[in-house]
């Protein structure tokens, strides 16, 4: 089930015909005489074997098929790409290789067949506790193959998964559920550090449209606790009735953050998730056998889930994230591609067995998450001898929005974040929305697969969705050259901690709920390993003392661990700009160069 | 340069908001809720109070106030 790519239909006719110049993607090689029409019709025979289509030559017109972008177009088309839902995507991927190995979770190697029919089991079980197209379905777990079979029969029914941050606090978790009309939950007794299942048990208690909660290990929940395992009981697919799915249904819900305040649930679509997980992985994963290491509730971590499914190659997941047991995995040899975010790619360079690693038949590593510092990318490709791709995006619009590729330069390799997937375009803007002139700076906006919305919030969505369908990131980038763009900075309010998305807001909510607090700003700073650290200006109240252990006390089992602030700073007066607000910037630049000694609130111990 | 471990301990707790007797309970820093990128973001400032270098591997074992105390003391020396 592959979807065509332009740059494989360009390979193929270098390949064929002997052609040593590049070939622009756009082109007619009719009018620019590349191609003949019979050597036109031969590319064709070609690319209905690899693609199993079939032309009707009788009534194709030439226009039609003159350039590579445009060929492609035509046979996702004939695929009837638009309609795929990922119920399709699941059955048709499943079927096609059922004696094949389609996952090795941690030692665990599960084939298709197996796949499918767990999948299909448990749509007919939990279809017959009252889950149906549209429901909505928590999922608090550690990364297991429940995990996954949660997913997938899930997205086979048409309902939606939640998936929970597996660090959130209760007060954080009971927000999602209200926001997001939680109608059933997975969860185990603990995921993480946290206890969720109590948590679970008190909301559930308060909650009675909570029709069900299938636990992993401990009924903790009544007569509304219904086993996990039992879901997987062999059941007939034909024993229930489907609702059709359409492409742009709703297929999962993320919740990215205002964990604290609103919470925000972006919404994604079938035909959406199921065209991303499809390109990427013709870029990362053709033929490849793809590793990644990303927590399964988080975007990178299903969206890897889904594209690496999407290779139809055997691909592998661990539950462990000890650098030490990634390495001893990855010394098997038997994965083609690893994936993962920065943090945890230095945190494997700088583990010692590194230089005992085998990385025989590594042919592809890929980063995404945050941004990759050349110095990082150099680093990786030096040590496990392989090329590097980046790989740019944010949940807003699905997933992946650019991506360098293979045989990028290293110039485009180290300092870019590469070009646009198929389907997505992008532009570079200024305040005001006005496209910039290739070169400048500007907030980058995206097009194409972005999100259906934040979940019942019109007005958080207008507020990043303009009429035209253009998201604007909030990230700052220019165009690196035609096509390639750097992402330079950010001018949304966010630090990326280690891979996890911080919004200040929703720790500085916390902060001024503590008496004494005058006011409260958080900011990034620049860390090596972690990527940025949260630090935290504090002004107390006149007259009152307050320390940086009590502002961390005080949040520490409020919020989850990876929102709390590495460093708090306590000053006598926020720098301010026009209308009162807190001049970010300011602080930023004192988080990095050290506080003006006349702002500094020193404290006699 | 001696390591004292009252002074450590104040320093690394008060750092992260808990008392030296809870952290002194715990087999290890996630019991108090921490993970392993919170003892990173400490490791920078304790290598500049003790003048001393970490080496980030090494991190994924200490993961205790007692055995980050011993961790130190020995790369600062008696």
């Known amino acids: 089930m592959r979807l065509a790519l332009a740059e494989t239909v360009a390979e193929k006719i270098k390949g064929k015909f002997n052609i040593?110049?590049?070939?622009?993607?756009?082109?007619?090689?009719?009018?620019?005489?590349?191609?003949?029409?019979?050597?036109?019709?031969?590319?064709?025979?070609?690319?209905?074997?690899?693609?199993?289509?079939?032309?009707?030559?009788?009534?194709?017109?030439?226009?039609?098929?003159e350039s590579p972008r445009k060929i492609v177009s035509f046979i996702n088309n004939m695929l009837g790409a638009d309609k795929v839902t990922l119920r399709d995507m699941i059955k048709c991927i499943c079927k096609e290789h059922l004696d094949q190995i389609a996952i090795t979770f941690d030692a665990e190697k599960i084939s298709y067949q197996k796949l499918l029919t767990n999948i299909e089991n448990m749509v007919v079980n939990l279809m017959e506790h009252g889950v149906k197209k549209g429901s909505k379905i928590a999922i608090i777990l550690d990364n297991c193959m429940e995990y996954i079979y949660s997913y997938l029969s899930t997205f086979y029914i048409g309902a939606l998964p939640v998936s929970i941050n597996i660090r959130w606090k209760k007060d954080e978790l009971f927000r999602v559920f209200d926001d997001a009309e939680i109608d059933f939950i997975i969860c185990s007794q603990q995921a993480g550090n946290i206890l969720f299942g109590k948590y679970v048990a008190e909301y559930s208690e308060s909650h009675g449209d909570i029709k069900k909660i299938f636990y992993l290990k401990e009924n903790q929940f009544g007569d509304r606790g219904e086993l996990f395992?039992?879901?997987?009981?062999?059941?007939?697919?034909?024993?229930?009735?489907?609702?059709?799915?359409?492409?742009?249904?709703?297929?999962?819900?993320?919740?990215?953050?205002?964990?604290?305040?609103?919470?925000?649930?972006?919404?994604?679509?079938?035909?959406?998730?199921?065209?991303?997980?499809?390109?990427?992985?013709?870029?990362?994963?053709?033929?490849?056998?793809?590793?990644?290491?990303?927590?399964?509730?988080?975007?990178?971590?299903f969206l890897s889930l889904l594209i690496n499914f999407a290779a139809e190659n055997e691909f592998k997941m661990i539950s462990s994230f000890n650098p030490n047991d990634i390495l001893k995995e990855v010394s098997k040899c038997e994965n083609t591609m690893i994936h993962t975010q920065p943090t945890m790619w230095t945190l494997l360079l700088n583990c010692r067995i590194i230089d005992f690693t085998k990385f025989d038949g590594l042919k592809t590593l890929v980063v995404s998450g945050s941004l990759c510092s050349s110095e990082l990318a150099k680093r990786i490709e030096e040590k496990l001898n392989c090329k590097l791709m980046n790989a740019y995006g944010l949940i807003e619009a699905t997933s992946v929005v650019t991506m360098t590729r293979l045989d990028d330069?290293?110039?485009?390799?180290?300092?870019?974040?590469?070009?646009?997937?198929?389907?997505?375009?992008?532009?570079?803007?200024?305040?005001?929305?006005?496209?910039?002139?290739?070169?400048?700076?500007?907030?980058?906006?995206?097009?194409?697969?972005?999100?259906?919305?934040?979940?019942n919030n019109q007005e958080k969505t207008r507020q990043v969705i303009d009429d035209e369908g253009w998201l604007y990131t909030g990230d700052l980038a220019k165009f690196y050259d035609e096509e390639n763009i750097s992402i330079v900075g950010r001018c949304k309010d966010m630090i990326i901690r280690g891979g996890f998305n911080v919004y200040p807001s929703d720790i500085e909510d916390y902060i001024l709920k503590m008496p004494n607090i005058q006011t409260a700003a958080v900011v990034g700073r620049k860390h090596e390993v972690l990527g940025e650290e949260i630090i935290a200006f504090v002004v107390v109240k006149a007259g009152k003392d307050l320390t940086e252990r009590d502002v961390l006390k005080y949040l520490f089992n409020k919020i989850s661990n990876y929102k709390i602030p590495d460093k708090v700073y306590m000053i006598s007066e926020m720098p301010i700009i026009l209308a009162g607000k807190i001049d970010k910037k300011v602080l930023m630049e004192w988080a990095e160069n050290g506080i003006p000694a006349e702002k500094q609130v020193l404290f006699s111990e | 340069m001696k390591v004292d471990y009252k002074e450590f301990a104040e320093f690394v707790c008060g750092r992260y908001g808990i008392s030296i007797e809870e952290a002194e309970k715990a087999d290890t820093f996630m019991e108090l809720g921490m993970d392993s990128l919170s003892i990173y973001s400490v490791i920078g400032e304790i290598e500049e109070r003790y003048e001393v270098v970490v080496d980030t591997d090494d991190i994924t074992d200490i993961n205790s106030l007692n055995r980050l105390y011993q961790y130190i003391r020995n790369k600062v020396g008696k």
């Open chain 1, 229 to 301: 395992q039992s879901l997987l009981q062999p059941r007939n697919i034909e024993e229930v009735t489907l609702e059709e799915i359409y492409p742009n249904d709703f297929a999962m819900i993320s919740y990215t953050s205002g964990t604290t305040g609103m919470p925000k649930g972006v919404v994604l679509k079938n035909n959406d998730i199921y065209k991303i997980s499809k390109y990427s992985a013709e870029y990362w994963a053709r033929n490849d056998s793809p590793l990644s290491i990303a927590p399964l509730y988080s975007a990178q971590g």
């Open chain 1, 20 to 65: 040593e110049e590049r070939i622009d993607l756009q082109e007619s090689f009719v009018e620019n005489g590349m191609l003949q029409s019979l050597q036109i019709m031969e590319l064709l025979f070609e690319l209905e074997e690899i693609y199993g289509v079939e032309f009707d030559f009788n009534s194709i017109d030439l226009s039609d098929i």
């Open chain 1, 409 to 455: 330069s290293e110039d485009i390799r180290f300092n870019t974040v590469g070009r646009a997937i198929p389907g997505v375009e992008l532009k570079i803007v200024d305040e005001n929305h006005e496209e910039l002139s290739k070169g400048k700076i500007g907030e980058l906006a995206v097009r194409g697969y972005n999100m259906a919305g934040y979940y």
